[in-house]
């Protein structure tokens, strides 16, 4: 499959394109069945997609949990058909795993070959793209749609914006402050990347981070970051005051195999006090590349850094992934404070927290932005509250937590 990918990655005229399915809740699946059974369950899921695709497609995994389907004959529309198929025949087919009957859910991305891509590595990670945003919008299906001529020469200009920024220390670092429920006198905020362009506006982590990782430059801003993070941290220490910093942190660098060597550097260069600092990533990447962040936070351990998993939501597979990390904080999805106040909400969350508790991390209430929330959390036995209700982020670090009440 190798060569015929390659083949059709730059081809502009070829028909067809590529199906990437990865299977949901792989954390989960190995911590409960074991590497042996999972491997088994895995191949027998190719066996599956094969014989479902007959002649129609070859088929190919091409990671622990993923496979690639290249089917060159089919429009947009027949390969959002075959998708849907084949997901809805894998949810109802009854898997062998060790000997129990399971049924798998999977996520699935589609890529049209007639966008042309180059190589087939831009083919695969576009394809990959599609797939994780499959997951995370929950329909279970998503295919990729170039951006638009305008959109193109906005990201274009953006992506240089960013990459002067990254050239000439463009970037700017505001905080909010985090607050315990019970009171207390400990200071500590949330770091947020700000990046401000020739008109005045400024432009959010959200907006910058993506593109960032496209333009393979979110390694160098998440290390801005990180050195800019540490020098307050040190001067904080140098004035006899204790400070806590949340810094969010891609999986990218995390992955990257000199990171951790580095900041053991940058941690001993500003002799940064033990518990001060807390690196935070997301659910949906901890559930992707668990192994990733378990290596990364073993071999910070022995320096105090913490980790912190945000976005955080009940649900079988993330329970597995806070068994499996050892992880300081959680910070909880949006939909917690954001959506209708049911009973069925409270007690997730209150399962979700006293499940947290007796794991020992705390959780933060995260975007909380009105007091009947805040009552809602506290009432589940929430630890911390960020958000606009309590204030909103700022270039200072300068908010009264002996004054604090909530």
């Known amino acids: 499959m190798n060569d015929a990918l390659g083949n059709a990655a730059g081809n502009r ?169 019970q009171g207390s006198q400990d200071a500590q905020y949330q770091t947020l990347l700000r990046l401000r362009d020739a008109t005045g506006r400024v432009h959010a982590a959200g907006e910058i981070v993506p593109l960032a990782e496209r333009a393979k430059l979110i390694i160098e801003i998440d290390r801005w970051v990180l050195t800019r993070a540490l020098s307050v941290l040190q001067q904080h220490r140098d004035s006899g005051r204790s400070l806590r910093l949340f810094v969010p ?44 962040l378990l290596t990364f936070a073993r071999a910070l351990l022995d320096d105090g850094v913490q980790l912190c998993l945000g976005q955080f939501e009940n649900s079988p597979e993330a329970n597995s992934v806070l068994e ?27 399962s979700m927290i006293d499940r947290a508790h007796l794991l020992g991390m705390q959780v933060i209430g995260h975007r909380v932005e009105d007091a009947k929330a805040a009552a809602t959390l506290w009432m589940s036995g929430i630890d911390y509250i960020q958000g606009n209700l309590v204030q909103g982020a700022a270039g200072a670090l300068d908010f009264d937590f002996k004054a604090a009440v909530l």
Request: glycine share 8%; aromatic share 4%; proline share 3%.
């Open 249 to 292: 942190q891609s999986t990218t660098t995390l992955a990257a195999t000199d990171q951790a060597g580095w900041l053991k550097g940058e941690l001993a260069a500003h002799e940064v006090p033990r518990g001060s600092l807390v690196l935070e990533t997301r659910l949906e990447d901890a559930l992707l590349y668990p192994q990733v």
């Open 324 to 350: 499996q990390l050892p992880l300081g904080f959680i910070k909880l999805a949006h939909k917690y404070v954001s959506g209708p106040d049911t009973q069925a909400l409270r007690d997730d969350l209150r």
């Open 13 to 181: 005229s070829a028909t067809g394109g590529v199906l990437f399915f990865d299977i949901d809740g792989i954390a989960a699946l190995r911590e409960r069945l074991g590497l042996a059974s999972l491997e088994q369950l895995l191949a027998e899921t190719g066996r599956h997609l094969t014989s479902r695709l007959a002649d129609r497609a070859p088929a190919a995994r091409i990671s622990d949990s993923g496979f690639l389907i290249l089917a060159t004959q089919l429009d947009d529309a027949a390969l959002e058909a075959l998708a849907h198929e084949l997901r809805s025949s894998m949810m109802q087919h009854a898997f062998d795993a060790g000997g129990k009957s399971m049924r798998l859910r999977a996520s699935v991305g589609i890529c049209g070959l007639r966008h042309g891509f180059g190589d087939a590595s831009s083919l695969l990670n576009t394809a990959e793209r599609a797939c994780r945003e499959a997951r995370a919008n929950g329909r279970g299906v998503k295919r990729y749609e170039p951006p638009k001529a305008a959109e193109m020469a906005e990201e274009s200009a953006m992506i240089e914006l960013v990459r002067d920024a990254a050239l000439h220390n463009g970037f700017e670092l505001i905080y909010q402050p985090i607050v315990a429920v």
